[in-house]
T-cell receptor, first 114, second 115 residues
Framework: KAGVTQTPRYLIKTRGQQVTLSCSPI?????VSWYQQTPGQGLQFLFE???????NKGNFPGRFSGRQFSNSRSEMNVSTLELGDSALYLC?????????????FGPGTRLLVL | AQSVTQLDSQVPVFEEAPVELRCNYS??????LFWYVQYPNQGLQLLLK??????LVKGINGFEAEFNKSQTSFHLRKPSVHISDTAEYFC?????????????FGTGTLLAVQP
């Protein structure tokens, strides 16, 4: 099976712009979670989508949003970018049947905000 | 609320020596426990997880971890490390029996294996 894929892998934006990141889960997986990784804050949960519905949300401002399509692919959007949004954004997929499941991570999208 | 503490930000060790990476957690409910590894410029890969049953869990690449409920710890060990084990290791928890897949991560431990 192909693993989790994320596009693009690298992105440079300027403050005030918006950005959309994409994640394709492993075939058959219905849950997609997003995490932000920074040197200062570490790995932080953004949100999780399951069957096109947001099932859980972390403590991030409303500028961070996401969605999931019927084929389980997910996108996250960050509007009005700030310098502090520079990070590695990771998505993870799983079958979605419970918190005991292994999550499979993609390679991440590295976002640099100038 | 749950939290994870990884006491060591960096652990230097010589090749073929044993290593222990420490992880303590705090939670008002039972949890599932995970160890993930991240190699440079890559995503996270599961090493092992504890769900229930035997407190000694064996994972990939020769790693094992022991769940200690009384000490709320889940330390990762390997009897003999290789250069290729150099990576960042993350301990994580999720709520027991939860419907969602939210993971709470520790701050990570960089394992630096020297020849």
């Amino acid at each position: 099976k192909a693993g989790v894929t994320q596009t693009p892998r690298y992105l440079i934006k300027t403050r005030g712009q918006q950005v959309t990141l994409s994640c394709s889960p492993i075939s058959g997986h219905r849950s997609v979670s997003w995490y932000q990784q920074t040197p200062g804050q570490g790995l932080q949960f953004l949100f999780e989508y399951f069957s096109e519905t947001q099932r859980n949300k972390g403590n991030f401002p409303g500028r961070f949003s996401g969605r999931q399509f019927s084929n389980s692919r997910s996108e996250m959007n960050v509007s009005t970018l700030e310098l502090g949004d520079s990070a590695l954004y990771l998505c993870a997929s799983s079958a979605g049947v419970g918190s005991q499941e292994t999550q499979y991570f993609g390679p991440g999208t590295r976002l640099l905000v100038l | 609320a749950q939290s994870v503490t990884q006491l060591d930000s960096q652990v230097p060790v010589f090749e073929e020596a044993p290593v222990e990476l420490r992880c303590n957690y705090s939670s008002s409910v039972s949890v599932y426990l995970f160890w993930y590894v991240q190699y440079p410029n890559q995503g996270l890969q599961l090493l092992l997880k504890y769900l229930s049953g035997s407190t000694l869990v064996k994972g990939i690449n020769g790693f094992e971890a022991e769940f200690n409920k009384s000490q709320t710890s889940f330390h990762l060990r390997k009897p003999s490390v290789h250069i290729s084990d150099t990576a960042e290791y993350f301990c994580a928890v999720s709520g027991y029996g939860g419907a969602t897949n939210k993971l709470i991560f520790g701050t990570g431990t960089l394992l630096a294996v020297q020849p």
